[in-house]
């Protein structure tokens, strides 16, 4: 039985063209709040998709998840109405000179988008004691952020564009979508076909903030003990391939 | 300058080769307790993992995540001497029958794994007030383990086994890899290459829980609303190719 299960490690390697793919996806993947395009998507694609999200691993094979597809016009209206609200408050909350560059970019994509989906974690969804999430409380809404990012990443293979909107009471959710109290929410996405894909993520092209240094988001055994000995050499490759996702983002014409 | 970040339409589609390098690595990944061998992990296969990881969506392009690196063997064991004294406790949370099947399972492989990774989320890494995390104050949590699940997929790409240890107080995290209280550590992951790789979650083949169909997970417009009119098309989908992962999976001899 355990025999059956297994995979000899000889067919485990994947070929180089498997791993460029997964690359290749990983970094030209992009938040995307502007480009969307009103064709729908197909049945079967959004089924892959889907399946992509429900193979995420979960604590305890919980699979807290759920996937809430939005195509009501009212009520991606409502939704939209509530991030308004929020994304004025959330303005406000910045000083001067942020706060102008903050109110010219475009954060949602609620009315655009053919689809709008919530992916939720049922938190109750394997009874009250699970495997894995008797110590660590949240590891259940963590396993549905894993299915947000295996969505995320098929939806860019397939060519379809997805944006996470987060600037919105969390009760709007439970108001306008109907989801109990006990189920949370993780994020709202806007889903669609895209005129194009941007090379770098829109905020470190706006100046907004700038991608930081690897090697420098790295530490060895213990919290901010850096490059010692033998762990020189992750350092240095780290630096000396910085441009390892470029090789993939450069593969369209920009 | 917009121009010059644009990738035109027709150069978004992925070949079907690509598309297919990415969903054979997310079917195929699998969480690894039990197959680690010794060898070590080679640096440039670190950095590319590590970079994958690094290219994960972020809110506000906050990049809060921190990849702390543990070799040492004394770290190791005091993981594991924490590990152990929650699993105890962890088996007595089950009732009688459960908690037989519990202790038969292997759910962590500190001492085996060549490397631990610790990610974690510096909640102050972009100031106070982060664009995104206004109002679900959440989402950079959520960005750390977006960072995880593509460490995740480019390490099963790469041959490189993960399992995510959750059994743990989470103060032992604090006190034994001198995380800050401000620092959340959000994932302890074991890594290394392997003998095998499961065809199947191992809590799915020993029966501890099933998969969910995911024609069930999904709902349309409100909470719990089924399939209604033009939206049977998609659960008709779902339910016609629910074998689409075992297409990948099946590429392997059982």
Redo the contacts between chains.
């Keep these: 039985?355990?025999i059956?299960?297994?995979?000899?490690?000889q067919?485990?390697?994947?070929?180089q063209?498997?791993?460029?793919?997964?690359?290749?996806?990983?970094?030209?993947?992009r938040?995307v709040r502007s480009q969307f395009k009103p064709d729908p998507i197909p049945?079967?694609v959004?089924?892959?998709i889907?399946?992509?999200a429900?193979?995420?691993?979960s604590?305890?094979?919980?699979?807290p998840?759920?996937?809430?597809?939005?195509?009501?016009p009212d009520?991606k209206q409502q939704i939209h109405d509530a991030f308004t609200e929020?994304n004025e408050?959330?303005a406000k909350?910045?000083d001067q000179e942020k706060q102008k560059s903050?109110r010219s970019?475009k954060?949602e994509g609620i009315l655009e988008a053919p689809i709008n989906l919530c992916i939720t974690c049922d938190r109750s969804k394997?009874g009250p004691?699970v495997?894995?999430?008797?110590?660590?409380k949240?590891?259940d809404?963590?396993s549905s952020?894993?299915a947000?990012?295996?969505l995320?990443?098929?939806a860019r293979?397939?060519?379809v564009g997805v944006g996470?909107m987060?600037?919105?009471?969390?009760e709007a959710f439970h108001s306008i979508?109907?989801?109990?109290e006990e189920?949370v929410p993780?994020?709202y996405l806007c889903m669609g076909y895209?005129?194009?894909?941007?090379?770098?993520?829109e905020?470190?092209?706006a100046k907004?903030?700038e991608?930081?240094p690897?090697s420098e988001?790295?530490?060895?055994?213990?919290?901010?003990q850096t490059k010692t000995g033998e762990?020189e050499?992750?350092i240095?490759?780290?630096d000396l391939?910085a441009d390892?996702?470029q090789k993939f983002t450069n593969l369209?014409?920009?």
């Design positions: 039985m355990e059956e299960n297994q995979v000899p490690v067919d485990v390697t994947f070929t063209s498997d791993i460029d793919g997964l690359y290749k996806t990983i970094f030209n993947r938040d049945d079967d959004l089924a892959r889907l399946q992509a429900h193979h995420a691993p604590v305890g094979f919980m699979q998840w759920n996937f809430l597809v939005i195509k009501s009520v929020a408050e959330a909350m910045f903050y970019l954060l394997a004691v495997l894995g999430r008797t110590h660590i949240t590891m809404l963590y952020v894993c947000v990012q295996n995320w990443l098929a293979a397939e060519g996470w987060s600037i919105i009471k969390e979508l109907g989801i109990p189920v993780i994020a895209v005129s194009h894909f941007n090379k770098k993520p905020l470190e092209t907004w903030r991608r930081l690897l988001q790295v530490f060895f055994d213990q919290w901010q762990q050499g992750l240095a490759e780290l391939n390892f996702p369209y014409p920009g």
